[in-house]
């Protein structure tokens, strides 16, 4: 079973600035409750026991509010001096694992609802080094769009974003520790998870696998998105 989750709590939510302009943006308030909160119950209730938080912007907030232990679950920071992108969160944080197993890098500012049963069925079953949750987007423009086999095998990553209905990259990322070493990045490296890492990570010839699921999916990095977060997650 999968037992661990860097979750990527760290970059400036620039974007959201105007509604939400003194805190991180996982910590966006939704119902009276932390964003962040619903996404790490989320997963609490798939298994997850010890969560890794990437944090760097106005961390203070995010640190004071989880402590070191989160309902049954154990709680660990990866704190960012200066912005890493969010392929340099994934590395430092994945530095404070230990223990053999694939592990979860999840967006902070996401809430997709992935069966990680099915997903990490599936990343056993293709000896898969990286294994994706997708999802059809409905926007143009706005998400990685994907060259899936019918196997799932990940072919191509199309970094100037899909189209509507097209598969995208949800944000859900189950991978072995041991292949992040062959995209040639280490701790302390600035550089992009989606435009940099996984793409390295392909042309090694690491193995990624993508896997759709149709339950909910919200991203808050916009203001109507998080306006409309409140009725998904009520």
Request: a negative charge; proline letters at 5%.
């Amino acid at each position: 079973m999968v037992r661990h989750a860097i979750v990527l709590a760290g970059g400036l939510g620039t974007r959201l600035r105007a509604a939400v302009p003194d805190l991180p943006k996982p910590m966006a308030p939704v119902n009276g409750r932390p964003f962040l909160e619903y996404q790490i119950d989320y997963w609490i209730g798939q298994g997850i026991e010890h969560f890794v938080l990437s944090v760097g912007y106005l961390h203070g907030a995010i640190t004071a509010h989880f402590g070191s232990r989160y309902r049954d679950a154990a709680i660990e920071y990866a704190i960012e001096e200066t912005p890493m992108g969010t392929g340099g969160g994934v590395l430092l944080a994945a530095s404070r694992l230990t223990g053999e197993g694939p592990f979860l890098v999840l967006n902070g500012d996401t809430y997709f609802e992935v069966d990680l049963r099915s997903l990490a069925a599936l990343h056993a079953e293709r000896d898969s080094d990286w294994t994706l949750a997708l999802f059809r987007s409905n926007e143009a423009g706005r998400y990685m769009g994907l060259s899936v086999a019918e196997d799932g095998r990940v072919h191509s990553l199309e970094v100037e974003r899909g189209e509507v209905g097209a598969l995208a990259n949800g944000g859900v990322y189950l991978i072995e520790p041991d292949c992040l070493l062959h995209t040639g990045a280490r701790p302390g490296d600035s550089v992009s998870l989606e435009q940099e890492l996984l793409p390295s990570a392909l042309r090694a010839g690491a193995s990624l696998y993508g896997m759709a699921f149709p339950g909910g999916f919200i991203d808050i990095g916009v203001p109507d998105d998080y306006r409309r977060a409140s009725e998904m997650l009520r």
